[in-house]
């Protein structure tokens, strides 16, 4: 249950900002799944997400860093302590060929941006759903591309109690220091905060590049079921092979548990067909698994993550 503490201390930390409490997660996610979370705040600033953090860990109350929810599988029972959306964190700037994002700036909006400055680079992502930080935690790619190709260098806070005395530990990496791999960052196991990154583009014609972003998305929309509430991708491509190949010969095309299934248009999609619980998509990845390891010997890994209580 919701401790008296948070319902009287937090409103003051966020001051601008909002909060919610027992907000339902599905409304937060590309999925539609999950439940409430116990607070939902929404920083505006640097200090008030800092204030939000060190108020957790002074308390010893759990956080979670929500993006735009577009790789998430949210627990049914929803998320204890405090649900952090970076969506109010959302400034963009440029300087010459480079151009600076806030964690919260959506994909598309830094895409849109970077072409009608005829600043070429960010076409894969024109149609990654999600947050410039999701983006920068997953190594978002596509069509070629991916976010270590063209990313400069970020900035990161490391939540520390020490921050109330020091104040915030604003750090930096180059490029080479986000451990980039497919599909990976540092930010998967150093609870780092994402805060923004510098990304740098080659000039071009603005009309070019908004006509090959546009391209990108017609393919998108043709192969993938865009118009069904999903996670994207459900797993990693393992080496050597297509997933919704692997998915198809077993046999699981529009496979089903509850209100969850196999995409019919992308076998690697699981799509939210109405009502599907998390529940349901855990099963499904599972039957998913264990069929195609039964039947090829191949392990998928999960790409989309899943939080809280199974
Ligand atoms: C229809 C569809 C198509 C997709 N296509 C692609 C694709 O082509 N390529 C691809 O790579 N992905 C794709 N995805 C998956 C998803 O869009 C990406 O992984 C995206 O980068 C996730 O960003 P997000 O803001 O939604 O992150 P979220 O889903 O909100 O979060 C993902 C993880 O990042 C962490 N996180 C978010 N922000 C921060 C931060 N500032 N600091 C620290 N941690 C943070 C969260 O805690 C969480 O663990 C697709 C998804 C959908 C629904």
């Given amino acids: 249950m919701l401790s008296d503490l948070l319902r009287s201390s937090l409103p ?7 909060i919610r409490f027992g907000e339902s997660l599905k409304e937060h996610c590309s999925f539609g799944i999950g439940g409430p979370a116990e607070a939902f705040c929404v920083p505006v600033s640097l200090a008030q997400l800092n204030d939000l953090l060190l108020f957790a860990l002074y308390n010893e109350i759990a956080y979670f860093i929500l993006g735009r929810g577009s790789n998430l599988l949210i627990s ?3 998320l204890p302590g405090l649900v952090i959306s970076t969506g109010g964190l959302n400034k963009l700037s440029h300087d010459d060929n480079c151009v600076s994002a806030w964690c919260g700036v959506l994909l598309k909006d830094l895409c849109g941006y970077a072409a009608g400055l005829g600043l070429s680079g960010l076409e894969f992502a024109s149609g990654i759903p999600g947050s410039v930080g999701g983006a920068v935690f997953m190594n978002a790619g596509a069509y070629g ?7 400069y ?13 020091t104040g915030p530990k604003l750090r930096h990496l180059k490029a080479a220091e986000h451990q980039f791999d497919y599909r990976r960052s540092v930010f998967q196991n150093s609870g780092y905060i994402h805060l923004s990154s510098v990304f740098r583009l080659r000039k071009d014609d603005p009309a070019a590049i908004s006509e090959r972003m546009r391209e990108l998305e017609e393919q998108r929309w043709d192969k993938q079921p865009m118009d069904l509430p999903s996670a994207g991708s459900v797993f990693k491509r393992p080496p050597g092979h297509f997933t919704g190949k692997l998915v198809d010969d077993c046999g699981l095309r529009g496979f089903r548990i509850g209100g969850a299934a196999v995409s ?5 999609f699981i799509v939210n067909l109405g009502g599907a619980t998390a529940s349901d998509v855990l099963a499904v990845i599972k039957h998913v698994q264990d069929q195609v390891f039964e039947r090829f010997g191949v392990v998928l890994e999960t790409e989309l993550r899943f939080v809280g209580q199974a």
């Fill in 12 to 18: 003051a930390l966020v001051d601008n900002g909002t």
């Fill in 76 to 78: 049914d029972k929803g």
């Fill in 145 to 151: 591309g991916e976010i270590k190709d063209v990313l």
């Fill in 153 to 165: 260098c970020s900035k990161y806070l490391v939540p520390e109690l020490s921050a109330l005395e």
């Fill in 264 to 268: 019919d248009k992308h076998c690697g």
